[in-house]
């Protein structure tokens, strides 16, 4: 009987359905605490470029940007040009992508749920220095514990959502973590535009209220279920099907089970994580990973996101009225996430990315003409119509970004990989995140100083190389089981499945067994 049903259920996956699962509420639950990962991460974003704008700061740790902050002789562009300022943004994802190779080894063998409990623990040291420092070195040791967090949160908890979710919804729930990156980015706004009034301690707060997210990620780690996947790649087979029924709410689960138990065989093979990453089957995954990664931050989100008060600021608004923008473009990002959540699964993958890339150019083609006409060097008066236009401008931006890229770039790469490469395929994703996240943090005031408006000009032609990319090489992933990847995504790429010559994997056939083909 039971041999009946899974030869309905496993021929109805193949075919385009998915297997028999409920939305439980430990589905939800989980996957709600996990994504707690994300608000740490965003908070950390969102945090730096509020507190880098305060005097008290500046004063404490920065003395020399100060002064020239405060001098009228130098250039708009390039007040906040200072190599020690942009280390204290950058050194966080500088951390956070050494520490995502460490991440690797132990989502797969410690498992996702104890790389999340590893982060959170990184998380509360890093707010203690960063807290309580009384030097530079105390805050950038602070900040680059709080990276480690970062790259092991962002490595578990992205596979983590994928593998738990149910097929059909799996989009929107693994956006969960960039729902929680954009709270956490616009709780960080919040609080700078209040902290920023109490003198002179106003941002000590702001960097030790990050304690609430790495609180919240550490209880959320110690509750929550490791995936099925997991487990069973561990050995831990029984457990896993328990896990399996518990989350699908049904005992009907022995074709994802064998699914699951077919991919971890190739995956228990596999002796050199790196080295099987690099092998020809795998380049698709590997390639769009790293692409989406390198685009996604040269879509110029967080010359925005990091530099909003700043940048603001440089236009001419007081440093209270930037504060202000940067809290109207954290709710927009906020809110444009979802419709992400929400639309994923239905329009897809593919759609919601072009259509973003539309927008952003535009958006960022106005931005730049503007600046380039209104702002010059010495007069920062952008006046008050142009300002709101700018200002709507970047919220136009921060929104289609928010609904494509931000979550898109994190959902893919987790949910093409096999499970043979998952992790290590997520430690490559994580890193050239962070890499480039470092890059455009590390180089965004020099830059802006140098390019001036045109810094969007060069952003945008990024943006139509990104969705040429989209549009020619991206296959969509809506609605097809994680597992199953290899034979109805890649095999199907009218490019990639070129790379699949040879490939020598499991199939599991209608009776759920599995094939070695
Ligand atoms: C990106 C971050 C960015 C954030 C903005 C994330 O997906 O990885 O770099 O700051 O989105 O919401």
């Known amino acids: 009987m039971a041999g009946g049903f899974s030869v309905s259920a496993s021929a109805?996956?193949?075919?385009?359905?998915?297997?028999?699962?409920?939305?439980?509420?430990?589905?939800?639950?989980s996957c709600i605490m996990a994504a707690t990962g994300g608000l740490m991460f965003g908070y950390d974003v969102g945090i730096s470029g509020g507190v880098t704008s305060m005097d008290d700061f500046l004063r404490e740790f920065f003395p020399t940007v100060l002064k020239k902050k405060h001098e009228d002789k130098e250039s708009n562009y390039c007040k906040y040009?200072?190599?020690?300022?942009?280390?204290?943004?950058?050194?966080?994802?500088?951390?956070?992508?050494?520490?995502?190779?460490?991440?690797?080894?132990?989502?797969?063998?410690?498992?996702?749920?104890?790389?999340?409990?590893?982060?959170?623990?990184?998380?509360?040291?890093?707010?203690?220095?960063?807290?309580?420092?009384?030097?530079?070195?105390?805050?950038?040791?602070?900040?680059?514990?709080?990276?480690?967090?970062?790259?092991?949160?962002?490595?578990?908890?992205?596979?983590?959502?994928?593998?738990?979710?149910?097929?059909?919804?799996?989009?929107?729930?693994?956006i969960l973590f960039q729902l929680n990156v954009t709270i956490g980015i616009l709780f960080a706004n919040l609080?700078?535009?209040?902290?920023?009034?109490?003198?002179?301690?106003?941002?000590?707060?702001?960097?030790?209220?990050?304690?609430?997210?790495?609180?919240?990620?550490?209880?959320?780690?110690?509750?929550?279920?490791d995936t099925p996947n997991s487990l069973i790649e561990r050995g831990r087979l029984e457990d896993g099907k328990?896990?399996?029924?518990?989350?699908?709410?049904?005992?009907?689960?022995?074709?994802?089970?064998?699914?699951?138990?077919?991919?971890?065989?190739?995956?228990q093979e596999v002796k050199h994580p790196f080295r099987n990453l690099l092998q020809r089957r795998?380049?698709?995954?590997?390639?769009?990973?790293?692409?989406?990664?390198?685009?996604?931050?040269?879509?110029?989100?967080?010359?925005?996101?990091?530099?909003?008060?700043?940048?603001?600021?440089?236009?001419?608004?007081?440093?209270?009225?930037?504060?202000?923008?940067?809290?109207?473009?954290?709710?927009?990002?906020?809110?444009?996430?979802?419709?992400?959540?929400?639309?994923?699964?239905?329009v897809g993958r593919r759609m919601l990315l072009l259509e973003a890339g539309v927008q952003m150019f535009l958006s960022q083609v106005a931005i730049a003409v503007v600046l380039?006409?209104?702002?010059?060097?010495?007069?920062d008066n952008l006046g008050h119509g142009w300002a709101?236009?700018?200002?709507?401008?970047?919220?136009?931006?921060?929104?289609?970004?928010?609904?494509?890229?931000g979550p898109l770039a994190w959902l893919i790469p987790s949910e093409t990989f096999p499970l043979e490469t998952r992790s290590v395929g997520q430690s490559i994703t994580v890193c050239v995140n962070l890499l480039f996240t470092f890059v455009i943090a590390q180089a965004f005031l020099s830059m802006l100083c140098h390019l001036k408006y045109a810094i969007f000009a060069f952003f945008s032609a990024w943006v139509v190389v990104m969705s040429l990319f989209v549009l020619f090489f991206l296959p969509e992933t809506k609605n097809v089981p994680i597992e199953e990847m290899t034979e109805r995504v890649w095999k199907q790429h009218w490019f990639w499945q070129r790379f699949m010559d040879g490939d020598n994997h499991h199939i599991v056939n209608s009776a759920g067994k599995i094939n070695t083909v």
Request: proline share 3%; aromatic share 10%; hydrophobic share 50%.
């Open 12 to 29: 109805s996956a193949s075919s385009g359905t998915e297997f028999e699962a409920k939305i439980t509420p430990i589905v939800i639950i």
């Open 81 to 174: 040009d200072n190599q020690g300022l942009q280390l204290f943004t950058s050194s966080l994802y500088l951390a956070g992508l050494t520490a995502t190779f460490f991440a690797s080894y132990t989502t797969r063998r410690l498992g996702r749920r104890l790389t999340m409990l590893i982060a959170g623990v990184f998380f509360i040291v890093g707010v203690i220095f960063n807290g309580a420092a009384q030097n530079l070195t105390m805050l950038i040791i602070g900040r680059i514990l709080l990276g480690c967090g970062v790259g092991f949160a962002n490595q578990a908890v992205p596979l983590f959502l994928s593998e738990i979710a149910p097929t059909r919804i799996r989009g929107g729930l693994n």
């Open 191 to 225: 609080v700078n535009y209040g902290t920023a009034k109490i003198h002179p301690w106003g941002w000590r707060l702001s960097l030790s209220l990050a304690g609430i997210p790495a609180g919240l990620l550490t209880l959320g780690a110690l509750f929550v279920v």
């Open 242 to 267: 328990a896990v399996l029924k518990k989350i699908r709410g049904t005992d009907n689960v022995e074709p994802e089970f064998n699914e699951i138990v077919a991919a971890s065989r190739v995956a």
């Open 282 to 346: 795998n380049r698709p995954q590997l390639v769009i990973a790293v692409l989406l990664q390198i685009f996604q931050q040269f879509a110029g989100i967080n010359a925005i996101m990091f530099y909003a008060p700043v940048l603001f600021n440089t236009l001419g608004f007081q440093s209270d009225a930037s504060l202000y923008s940067a809290v109207i473009t954290g709710a927009v990002n906020l809110l444009a996430t979802l419709v992400s959540v929400y639309s994923v699964d239905r």
């Open 372 to 379: 380039g006409i209104k702002v010059t060097d010495r007069s």
């Open 388 to 405: 709101i236009m700018v200002v709507v401008m970047v919220c136009i931006y921060v929104s289609s970004f928010a609904w494509s890229w």
